[in-house]
């Protein structure tokens, strides 16, 4: 029986609540890399990885552990099957080249594109 994955682009410009297991200033507990970001997931959804959909906060500067926000984009993993949405401030927005510059710190391990609606 096939698992019921969560699609990242259902999520495209809806307001979410991310729940976040990776703060600003965090390393990285396997690979050792410093979280330039708020990092965390979605409650109660699933990735192809078995772990809930990750995203990335963009537009935070301190460390938190819940925010609420817009999904303004998905990074779409080519050469693996772990999409992250990025999620900003309602009414802020960021453009591709400022996604990647943001989230280069883990990603940059990756092959990627920036999805919009």
């Not at 938190?64 to 401030?89: C, M, S, W």
Request: hydrophobic share 35%; no cysteine; proline share 3%.
């Amino acid at each position: 029986m096939k698992e019921k994955y969560t699609n990242a682009k259902d999520f495209l410009g809806k307001e979410v609540e991310v729940t976040i297991d990776r703060t600003l200033g965090s390393k990285h507990p396997k690979h050792g890399f410093v979280y330039l970001l708020n990092y965390g997931y979605i409650e109660g959804t699933m990735s192809p990885d078995g772990e809930e959909l990750d995203a990335y906060v963009v537009g935070s500067f301190d460390p938190i552990e819940k925010f609420q926000g817009k999904v303004i984009a998905y990074i779409h993993r080519t050469n693996d099957d772990d999409d992250k949405l990025v999620v900003a401030p309602i009414g802020k927005d960021y453009s591709d080249e400022q996604i990647i510059a943001l989230t280069e710190f883990q990603e940059r391990f990756f092959h990627s594109v920036i999805v919009r609606n």
